[in-house]
């Protein structure tokens, strides 16, 4: 058994922007039902104080860089057994808003702050200096935000293991040189071999190159990253650390108790591999409630998405407006926000197909199991995908992804080409290049195999049967954790 502090900014149920909030509750879940003793610290934010009844305040700890001690409240994740440590500091964290911005949606102006609190109580708790009486084995820090850990635990005598895990490089945390000052982080960091980056101080780079091991959380974002087109500045850095051994990629799990089409509270009819006509009610459901013809030979074409350049929403609405017009029978819903000029897009697009695209703007769960079960396809065409949760949630209910070839898509979603068909594992449609046309074509192919019923359903069949469960992941994250301490 090994004792494991895992530090994450958000944590499913009680804050979520994305998918590190998943993980950071599946994982550590998943670890402690395979016998870990797993604790998770995260920030008290106002949003969690409201949704928990029951905290105990456990320690006060005096942390450099604060005038003010902060508290530890102690509580469990919801629906689990793992103990959860709330960092109590009511300046940095009791406040209207999400984790990292304010109600109108600009960066909250102390978020260099308020991280480098979360990063100094992980490393006092992970040098058993906190008054809890309990020093981790391995410190799983993840993302920019716990990047500082890794750095104040360097050199420390008798301190854990560190393992940083990139969820997404495109965000750093990057500041101002008279931040790392106003934060009062020992000299010796501030050096191209510690935080600088160009100038300016980045969170990011701590872990990558203070942790003992880093990874991604898929195989191929592990190899993409470590290239000029992923890897925003920092590949040369990342290519040597893998080089060392230090970098390595697992992929994410998804939570088959919430995802499963068996049990789905949110579904108008449960289905199986072995019931796996029951798909087409929740389809014929899907579509009257989004007010689409309700007709079963229509291919119906489910988006589930941030409104991003990233996602590479601006291919879809395209390629959509380009299939619809050649007078394809598809249809489409769409569920998600982000940028305005994406939301207006997406409603001129409704408006000109009104009988053909469903959109929601906007975040709504039940629909997006809804989407997930009804849709015949799941389209996902991001610029990249560091991991994704969506392809692997849409395999799940035997809905086929149409995806670009990147990060963890292209470990999980196998071509619909001839051979693969042939060889009994295409469960999907993939393209290489980020533009409207390769989309459109991948789209199109889709449109002409769903007019073969029989090999359409070997597909879903093939999709079905996939284990993209927690169980798989946290095995290998045990591994990890003997192979690095070992080491």
């Known amino acids: 058994m090994r004792k494991i502090l895992f530090a994450s900014s958000e944590v499913h149920p009680l804050m979520k922007t994305g998918g590190l909030a998943d993980v950071s509750a599946s994982l550590p879940i998943a670890l402690r039902e395979h016998g870990q003793d797993v604790r998770i610290i995260m920030p008290a934010y106002r949003q969690c104080l409201k949704q928990l009844e029951q905290m105990e305040k456990v320690a006060s700890v005096k942390l450099d860089g604060y005038h003010l001690p902060v508290d530890i409240l102690q509580t469990m994740l919801p629906d689990s057994d793992v103990i959860l440590w709330l960092l109590h500091s009511p300046f940095h964290f009791d406040r209207e808003g999400g984790p990292y911005s304010d109600p109108d949606g600009g960066d909250w102006h102390d978020n260099a702050a308020r991280f ?68 009062d982080l020992p000299d010796t960091l501030w050096q191209m071999e510690g935080l600088e980056f160009h100038g300016l101080m980045s969170f990011m780079k701590g872990g990558l190159i203070f942790a003992d091991q880093i990874t991604t959380v898929s195989p191929t974002y592990a190899d993409e990253i470590c290239t000029y087109e992923f890897g925003y500045g920092l590949e040369g850095l990342l290519a ?4 060392q051994g230090r970098l390595s990629g697992i992929l994410n799990g998804i939570d088959y108790h919430i995802w499963n089409p068996e049990t789905d509270p949110f579904i108008s009819k449960h289905y199986s591999l072995s019931k796996i006509r029951n798909k087409a009610v929740n389809k014929a459901a899907l579509q009257q409630q989004s007010f689409l013809p309700d007709n079963k030979d229509s291919l119906l074409i489910g988006i589930i998405s941030r409104l991003v350049s990233q996602k590479g929403i601006d291919l879809a609405i395209e390629a959509m407006a380009r299939v619809l017009e050649a007078g394809h029978d598809v249809q489409l819903v769409c569920l998600g926000s982000g940028e305005s000029r994406f939301e207006r897009d997406l409603r001129v697009l409704r408006a000109k197909y009104p009988d053909r695209v469903a959109v929601t703007i906007g975040y709504d769960e039940a629909l997006s199991h809804q989407i997930e079960a009804g ?5 996902m065409p991001s610029r990249f995908e560091p991991c994704g949760l969506n392809q692997m949630y849409s395999l799940r209910y035997g809905t086929l992804p149409i995806v670009r070839n990147t990060g963890g898509l292209a470990d999980t979603v196998v071509d619909a080409s001839e051979e693969n068909r042939k060889a009994g594992i295409a469960n999907g449609f993939c393209f290489d290049e980020a533009t409207v046309k390769a989309l459109e074509q991948a789209l199109l192919r889709a449109v002409a195999l769903f007019a073969r019923p029989r090999i359409w359903r070997s597909m879903m069949l093939v999709a079905m049967q996939h284990d993209f469960s927690w169980e798989n992941s946290a095995n290998a994250y045990i591994d990890l954790y003997h192979h690095i301490v070992n080491r």
């Open 375 to 379: 849709a015949d396809v799941f389209m």
């Open 116 to 183: 480098a609190l979360l990063s100094r109580a992980a490393a006092a708790i992970a040098m058993n200096e906190a008054g809890l009486n309990w020093q981790p084995d391995i410190l799983h820090c993840n993302d920019w935000q716990t990047g500082l850990a890794p750095a104040l635990l360097a050199g420390r005598e008798n301190r854990p293991e560190t393992v940083f895990t990139i969820h997404n490089l495109a965000y750093q945390g990057l500041f101002p040189a008279e931040v790392f000052q106003a934060l």
């Open 240 to 243: 040597y650390r893998r080089q």
